[in-house]
């Protein structure tokens, strides 16, 4: 296995939430705030590339180090982790390595993504509140993306960078089943029925369980170190570091 991207998961301070995020929090159960990528050394290539104005953000032109969000227009983009205006010095910032998927299949995925422009609307949550609901309460506003809040996006892009299949990125069966998730039933009552339904919290939960991802890191300099064979893991198992904030998506 080469590179390890990771997924972010992020909290800010109740006062640094957009509206919708507050709502959201409310309605959710006071936890994590936000899902997305981190791909750290990335080369010269993947560089230029995600440095296309059309899918970065600024801050993330020209950097080895990136990350992917649903940014302050509701669309997804690359950015730097150090843009002040998104990662703040408040934000509490911890890194899981994607197992069995190199970064370059992650990077990749998400340039597709990023060009697909899948929009994160606001209905997306409700979803996550009634999570057994058996519709989406939205519609994509692309056929290359099922619905997708910020959670529902990073686990179709994990779990099709680690089948090597396009189906995770339409199809939530795929991804349920891909990365060994529980789907709402009978004899899974809690569950939910749809990738939305998944709050940050329960989705890494989720992602835990299916051994989708590893131990984590706290900060995104200590994945870079990890990234340059450095560094060090939290030794937590099945434990989740307590992140005290917000939920759903940082916009």
């Known amino acids: 296995m080469g590179r390890r991207a990771f997924v972010i998961v992020a909290s800010w301070p109740y006062r640094q939430l957009s509206d919708a995020g507050k709502i959201t929090w409310c309605c959710t159960g006071c936890t994590e705030s936000h899902l997305g990528i981190f791909i750290p050394c990335c080369t010269s290539q993947e560089t230029e590339a995600h440095s296309d104005p059309r899918i970065s953000h600024q801050s993330g032109r020209e950097k080895k180090h990136v990350a992917f969000d649903y940014m302050m227009d509701k669309y997804p983009k ?37 060009r697909a422009r899948p929009y994160n609307n606001f209905m997306y949550r409700f979803n996550a509140v009634f999570w057994c609901w058996p519709l989406s309460c939205w519609w994509s506003n692309t056929d290359a993306l099922g619905p997708s809040h910020c959670v529902a996006l990073t686990m179709r892009i994990i779990a099709s960078a680690r089948t090597k299949s396009d189906a995770p990125l339409t199809s939530d069966i795929a991804t349920f089943t891909a990365l060994k998730m529980d789907r709402w039933s009978c004899a899974n009552l809690c569950a939910p029925q749809k990738l939305t339904g998944h709050s940050p919290r329960s989705a890494l939960e989720a992602l835990q369980k299916g051994g989708n991802v590893g131990s984590p890191v706290q900060g995104f300099g200590e994945a870079v170190r990890l990234c340059r064979g450095g560094g060090g893991t939290v030794a937590l198992g099945n434990v989740l570091p307590l992140l005290p904030v917000s939920l759903m998506s940082r916009v």
């Open 78 to 114: 690359f950015q730097s982790p150090e843009n002040p205006r998104y990662y703040t010095k408040e934000a509490n910032v911890w890194l899981y390595p994607i197992l069995d998927a190199d970064a370059a299949e992650v990077h990749a995925l998400c340039m597709r993504v990023a």
